[in-house]
């Protein structure tokens, strides 16, 4: 499945597959995008970047956006793992100690995602703020709708990996998960 195919799946209510996770990529591949515009269109203008650092600007948010992409195809990839480990049998003590594990395992997976959508949004929205400095003023909405999306980016990131935390018994791991968050 591909990021089109996710964006289709976020705008319909009928589906419950895809959510929040995939959202927060999404997001922050928007933001992405906004933020790029305005670098390109304060090029050719003293707004305080050379031409090179705006187009290095443009080359990180290049990269962001096309992991935040696989970002949205990754965290669909997770919840399907936490799915499939809740079907498996559950007769047998050894069943039930199988089951146990794989929806641990799925729920660090489904974690792990929206963490890494998260830090790359706050990376995002740094590069943003940045910009709304030195950047043509002609496109200051459109900056500052970049910059707010990352931030929703952030936000949406942080929930969905605290979503997944009650998944995870490995009280270490947990820890690890809510530092990162509260470093956010």
Known sequence: MDYKKIFDLILDENDFTVGGGSSSAI????????????????????YGYSDKEYDNIIKELNKAKANFLQGAVDDNKAYMLIVNAYKL??????????RRKA????????????????????????????????????????LQAGVDLS?????????????????IKDEKIVKNFKKEIENL
Do not use: F, R, W, Y
């Not at 997001?27 to 003293?46: E, H, I, Q």
């Not at 049998?89 to 199988?98: A, F, G, L, Q, R």
């Not at 931030?151 to 998944?167: E, F, T, Y």
């Open 27 to 46: 997001v922050g591949a928007m933001a992405c995008g906004l933020m790029g515009m305005v670098a390109n269109l304060s090029k050719g203008k003293d």
């Open 89 to 98: 049998p559950k007769s047998s003590e050894e069943e039930k100690e199988i």
């Open 103 to 142: 929806i641990q395992n799925a729920g660090i997976e489904a974690a792990k995602v929206p963490l890494s959508n998260a830090l790359l949004n706050k990376k995002v929205n740094e590069i943003g703020k940045k910009l709304l400095e030195k950047s043509n003023p002609a496109c200051i909405t459109d």
């Open 151 to 167: 931030h929703i980016g952030i936000n949406m990131g942080k929930s969905n990996v605290k979503a997944n935390l009650p998944l």
